[in-house]
Nanobody, 120 residues
Framework: VQLVESGGGSVQAGGSLRLSCAVS????????MGWFRQAPGKEREGVAA????????DYADSVKGRFTISRDNAKNSLYLEMNSLKPDDTAMYYC???????????????WGQGTQVTVS
């Protein structure tokens, strides 16, 4: 099982980033996918989740209207488009897979290593 994030970096407030997550096909084909983030000294929080077919999505209130989660099932890939970034969005971002639709990080059983997003 492998999940590999990319696309993090440093950006000024108001800027945009697009995160990607490449997922091994076995895991991807059976999973709800989600993005999570963890800032220093804080608990890991759910950012967004998407069902396998992409028909259902959910977002944390703090990112609604600014972030968009999507997936390309032909490429076994997950994405997070982040716009109007704020300093409070600074965190390590993780993609993860769960066997059912949820935004609770405790229900996700496969995780990537994370990609850092810094907003100044």
């Amino acid at each position: 099982v492998q999940l590999v994030e990319s696309g993090g970096g440093s950006v000024q407030a108001g800027g945009s980033l697009r995160l990607s997550c490449a997922v091994s096909s076995y895991t991807y084909s059976r999973s709800c996918m989600g993005w999570f983030r963890q800032a220093p000294g804080k608990e890991r929080e759910g950012v967004a989740a998407i069902s396998f077919a992409g028909a259902r999505t959910d977002y944390a209130d703090s990112v609604k209207g600014r972030f968009t989660i999507s997936r390309d099932n032909a490429k076994n890939s997950l994405y997070l488009e982040m716009n109007s970034l704020k300093p409070d969005d600074t965190a390590m971002y993780y993609c993860a897979a769960a066997p059912f639709y949820t935004l609770n990080p405790r229900d996700y059983n496969y995780w990537g290593q994370g990609t850092q997003v810094t907003v100044s």
